[in-house]
């Protein structure tokens, strides 16, 4: 978490920025101070863990703030998201309701993961992990797969990194379609929205992408409810937040072959502990929550970009809807 | 192989092919028997193994021939290659040079090989290999890898498979080269062409992909020479033909660490023989020849055309220089 303050509130050419970084690692929190310094000189940056004067403080920057890390600073502008959603930040019971929130959505973010989306929707296709095995045992198997033209993939959400995961899908031949609540155009992509066409959208599709915003209408959408109106031995990719999927429901759907491989990529708890089932599942490929990342390298220039635009219009074009959740 | 033949050359309305298929699977013979029957019923197909009268026989079609199978019709007018590669006909020392051949080549083929070589350099960029084995250790291991434009990729050949292959990694964003004899313009790629700019094409190539066609020149083209001239810790993706591979050079540039990976889907016996170093080899990934194929369905469309073609006209576009090689 950073905080952003003015040292005197009457002094608004020499806004200082007392950076108030959070994140669970300290060196990522050194590495973002300074470059918030380096790109905003005028302002000054403090960690959360240094000692601030909370009346001072007039942006928050977070990632996964704690309970209450956000209400303590009475004179908040606005929060900024380090990254797209927002479920994080709204997962802080304190956190006062008015507040903006801007988001971070910026290049890096939708390339990392349509490579992500594009890489293991191939996997599941060309059915890697089969080969993989094969392999250990020596085997010369070669597995006939359809082209991808013949393959159905769907993926639910079509934001910023909905929609072009779906295009990116579509561009390497795949049958495509897509769901999300409302309706959305894009090229080579057929659209499925709203709750009324979910089963619709599910039925033919082998391989099902999540990339859905986390909200309370979402959360737990990847059930066994959801799996049973897949093709039995469809496979399943969550690239969006944990608690959009039911654990338990995937265990039993895999046990019963209705799903036949899941790649996930966020959990419930992350890192995921070393104990949990899911890692040595030979049906589970786990990633850890690297599908998209924001580096502070790019993601340090947007942020910049977007507090600058903030304090001098007071909006951005990448402001959440906290009601709607995202 | 398919063997077809008029049973008469005095009747030409009743050509009849005498279908002599030979490929190293009986169940496939049967099924492009099948189907190619379907396709020309005024034609007869029988298999090599069957008994044959020689002279009456007008087109063989092939895939790796053995020595002497195509001498053996002193009649024929073309050979029909069961692929985009001619090498596997060229093989047969006793081929009569005069004949012309006609390649495969189809949609599926192209499409087969982008999503090959799309997944395969999407594992090598996003580090699957030591993803996966993180998983296996229950070890939660964020690997931090560039963005696809940040990346370098070249594709050896931009035939009909290279070109597609190099235009959909563009596509994916990467910073995509690509080198051939002769020069090729292909949206989005950066071409080299000809001997004198190999070594231009190679400087700072961290993902090699190589579908040339295997000729004497090409022959042995991945050796040490080739891979010091990469970036150390590039990875190397054959899907063109065992022998454009020096193993021996391979084993020892993954050893130094010069190359910190393969993926291999050609090999110089194939099968693989299990025991060859190369399966149980923690940086090479062996796939069983899927890279791209033709299956006896939509190949045989292809081919019935072609032949129908030919037969009309005396050619048929996709013809290949048997002087060339491809």
């Known amino acids: 978490m950073i905080a952003f303050s003015t040292q005197d509130s009457s002094l608004n050419k020499d806004i200082v920025l007392k950076a108030v970084i959070y994140t669970p690692s300290e060196p990522v929190v050194a590495s973002w101070l300074e470059r918030m310094r380096a790109l905003l000189p005028d302002w000054t940056f403090n960690a959360l863990t240094e000692e601030n004067d909370p009346e001072t403080v007039q942006y928050a920057v977070v990632w996964r703030p704690q309970t ?40 890096d973010l939708t390339q990392f993961m349509r490579e992500y989306v594009a890489l293991h929707v191939l996997r599941h296709h060309r059915n890697r992990p089969h080969q993989a095995a094969a392999q250990a045992r020596a085997e010369w198997d070669a597995v006939e797969v359809p082209p991808a033209p013949q393959r159905r993939v769907g993926v ?27 309706p959305r155009e894009i090229d080579g992509v057929t659209g499925y929205f709203g709750a009324e066409n979910f089963d619709a959208f599910l ?31 469809a496979c399943i990719i969550n690239a969006a937040r944990g608690p959009h999927l039911v654990e338990e429901d995937l265990l039993s759907t895999l046990d019963s072959g209705q799903i036949a491989q899941a790649t996930l990529d966020v959990f419930n708890v992350e890192p995921l502990p070393s104990d949990h089932l899911f890692w040595k599942h030979p049906a589970i490929t786990v990633t850890p929550h690297i599908a998209s990342r924001i580096d502070s390298g790019t993601g340090s220039r947007i942020i910049a970009a977007n507090l600058e635009a903030f304090e001098k219009t007071g909006t951005v074009k990448d402001l959440a809807d906290a009601v709607r959740g995202y």
Chains 1, 2 share one sequence.
């Open 203 to 233: 039925e033919g599709t082998e391989i099902l992408v999540n990339l859905l915003p986390l909200t309370e209408e979402t959360k737990g959408v990847l059930n066994a409810d959801t799996f049973a109106k897949l093709p039995k031995g």
């Open 68 to 107: 209450g890390d956000i209400a303590k600073f009475p004179n908040l502008k606005a929060v900024v998201s380090i990254g797209a959603g927002i479920d994080h930040v709204l997962a802080d019971e304190e956190l006062p309701r008015h507040l903006p929130i801007i988001r971070t959505v910026g290049a």
């Open 156 to 182: 639910m959400g079509l934001g910023n990194l909905g929609g072009v995961a779906a295009q990116t899908l579509a561009g390497l031949g795949f049958q495509t379609v897509g769901w999300a609540r409302s």
